[in-house]
């Protein structure tokens, strides 16, 4: 079902928003990106990109930049040859950079570790050479499976060091959600640890790959890293990494792969229950990563200590954790737990300690830490930030001007960049140092990038309208397809505006006066819960499949913290029992929800309700529910099969029901 675009209250408020934020002199001056950067990516785009693509190292040049001759299959760098890790780890090594420092972890109990780039070599390089051991190579797939420990880094790196594809299934997912990923992709091998801290205590990890492993034949071996010392059961294809990388050579050499060669399949939801295996591949996503990184945050490899709070869980975790920072030889940190542990001041005190000057978060995080108030940022010494970053949401202004007065200092630039899963890189932000910045809005596409607002029949709406985001051009970190499933890819993206040839992102947007870009949320039934994205009808799934549930239709609401909350309506089965609709009942189907696909998917409200919304054709109308949801007076019901429903859903929920 399709919402119609620029639906919601909160996000009238962000379309009258018209202060700006030029950049200072002083920050102009020495910024990366410069004005002339947009003239010359319009001049020529394709010899733009290929300018951008000798950032990277290539043992073998491409000759041909762009081949669009199998759209919507893209390819870059038609005949080039590089190794992504090489271009990640040894060659700032063997430009003289081996004790720089590459990754400055912390620990969530306080335990600290710093990885230069020599040793980031040699780690990467005994991890290569023990997959190569188990038999793992080129395309064969990994599944991570771990919390924010440096391996997780160094296996990610040691997958493309060997030409293998990894698919990182994100730490909360259920044992269930990480089966359905591994299956899906025949993974060979599952990495992970025993277990990871939450929240101050150990919690353990290896049960759930256990159980998901029983149940996916095509694993052969689980490298389990020890993180937590929590005792876990063992069975004959487990291994323990201290055990098996530890003893390897630490001496690798890389080979060559093809420009198209994959690189990892990244799983996100779509709007059917199961999940799509993004997949990415080696030169075009490599050179959009480390071309996006270096202009949007400035970043200087010198100075710079940046931070991307992300998990690798997810694709900002991939991009601008892994591969766009290290191509760009950053010094970065890598902090594995949660923001208030042991204190809300956390994050601070990683700024203060580690001098962090470029910040990258999710605007979830940042109406987290409005609500627990600006006195604590206050507490530390936050001069060294000089860029932030906002990601995964639309940001709301308050927010946005919370975060630029309370963490940046009143002056430090913020982008809002906007991308996806599937664009594998940033799409649409402000340059810092040459865009005034408008809080709100991710403005610009990058140069390089085609984006418009479009209405329903793919023409461009006019500077104050709305519609549907579209990506008029490829690019180079652009999806190569959904692993397995070729017609699902078309459908889904590039079916909607098929014969203009428009990727289809699935957000709705405007233009304000000055053209710039407004992102309104998903028109689709994906739900966007603290930047995570979640489909309504994964969530249904999950509740039908509870003995107590008939049926079920699940909204995203709009939810101050999270951007949206998951609401879900459940009619029970007949013989559910009296108590099927109390408040024990309730807790069991959310944790249902949690064991389903993670706790991140659990709905914030469940309703219990006799009918449900439906259309003639027997499409629920999540419309009305939202109504509902979000406490507001339901509209047209015109449409219902049987429009007296909803006054029997009112009218229950009314007396508590
Ligand atoms: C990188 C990432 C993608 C969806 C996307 C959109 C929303 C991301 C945004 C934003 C407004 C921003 N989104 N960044 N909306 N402003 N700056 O988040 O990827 O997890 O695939 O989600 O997130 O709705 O379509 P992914």
New binding site residues.
Partial sequence: MTQSPGQGNALDNLLTESRTFPPSDEFAAQANAQPALYEEAKADREAFWAKQAERLHWDTKWDQVLDWSGAPFAKWFVGGKLNVAYNCVDRHVESGHGDQVAIHWEGEPGDSRAITYAELQREVSKAANALTSLGIGAEDRVAIYMPMVPEAIFAMLACARVGAMHSVVFGGFSAEALRTRIEDSSCRLVITTDGQYRRGTPAPLKPAVDEAVAGAPSVEKVIVVKRTDTEVAWTDKDVWWHELVDSQSDQHTPEAFDSEHPLFILY?SGTTGKPKGILHTSGGYLTQASYTHNYVFDLKPDTDVYWCTADIG???GHSYIVYGPLSNRVTQVVYEGTPNTPNEGRHWDIVQKYGVSIYYTAPTLIRTFMKWGADIPAKYDLSSLRVLG??????NPEAWIWYRENVGGGKAPIV???????TGAIMISPLPGVISAKPGS?QQPLPGIGAKVVNDEGVEVPAGGGGYLVLDEPWPAMLRGIWGDEERYRDTYWSRFGEQGFYF???GAKYDADGDIW?L??VDDVM?VS???ISTTEVESALVSHPTVAEAAVVGASDDTTGQGIVAFVILRGGAGADAGGADAIKALRDHVAKEIGPIAKPRQIMVVPELPKTRSGKIMRRLLRDVAENRAVGDVTTLADSSVMDLISAGLQSGK
């Avoid at 809002?416 to 599937?422: I, K, V």
């Fill in positions: 996100t997810w694709v900002t906002s990601v995964g949401e639309p940001i809002d960049t906007w991308w996806q899963t599937e991710a992102a699935g957000d992102l949320g998903r966007n930047g995570h994205r």
